[in-house]
């Protein structure tokens, strides 16, 4: 398996932009998790899906972040308009199972900054 | 709340040193315990993990202990390579409400010297 898989990779974007992140989970995880990571707050989770259905979006900053999963193989996280202070490495990550003492398995990351 | 305690960064070793990382959890009930890396560049791996008490986690000469009654799950390792520099997280696995949720500490930054 390819891993999860997230694009781009890096995105630089002016303020008040849209910016879309994109995120494939490994085929069969029915667990999806949008983390934040930046020096100042550390790994930050923003929201979680299960079974495509969004379970717990209390980490989302604010209401210019949205998250949406369609199906089981694709999540995306947009964010309209930008700031500055969105500039992030922005993680997906998929579990196979709805068991706490199961793993996350993360994404390379998309490095976005904001200007 | 379910909380991490990482010890700050950064920690600076020579090659072959002893390494400890500290972890300490704040949890109710009966979560599992984790440790992730994370090298420049990449997204987070797990290193190894317990799901009950006294577990012991273990991989490339890595080693944590999951310890109830001082509630801390440390990570260890006899010798440490240039090539373990990397950030390194604990976390802590558990439902909230219909959630299951990873709560992560704040890393720690290794590097090790030649």
């Known amino acids: 398996d390819a891993g999860v898989i997230q694009s781009p990779r890096h995105e630089v974007t002016e303020m008040g932009q849209e910016v879309t992140l994109r995120c494939k989970p490994i085929?069969?995880?029915?667990?999806l998790f949008w983390y934040r990571q930046t020096m100042m707050r550390g790994l930050e989770l923003l929201i979680y899906?299960?079974?495509?259905?969004?379970?717990?979006d209390s980490g989302m900053p604010e209401d210019r972040f949205s998250a949406k999963m369609p199906n089981a193989s694709f999540s995306t996280l947009k964010i309209q308009p930008s700031e500055p202070r969105d500039s992030a490495v922005y993680f997906c990550a998929s579990s196979p199972i709805l068991l706490a003492n199961t793993e996350a398995f993360f994404g390379q990351g998309t490095r976005l900054t904001v200007v | 709340g379910n909380s991490v305690t990482q010890m700050e960064g950064p920690v600076t070793l020579s090659e072959e040193a002893f390494l400890t990382i500290n972890c300490t959890y704040t949890a109710t009930g009966y979560p599992s315990l984790f440790w992730y890396v994370q090298y420049p560049g990449e997204g987070l791996q797990l290193l190894l993990k317990a799901t009950k008490a006294d577990d012991k986690g273990s991989n490339k000469g890595f080693e944590a202990t999951y310890r109830k009654e001082t509630t801390s799950f440390h990570l260890e390792k006899g010798s440490v390579q240039v090539s373990d520099s990397a950030v390194y997280f604990c976390?802590?696995?558990?439902?909230?409400?219909?959630?299951?949720?990873?709560?992560f500490g704040s890393g720690t930054q290794l590097t090790v010297l030649p």
């Open positions: 899906f299960n079974n495509n259905v969004p379970i717990d």
């Open positions: 976390a802590l696995g558990f439902f909230s409400g219909s959630a299951r949720q990873l709560t």
């Open positions: 085929s069969g995880h029915n667990s």
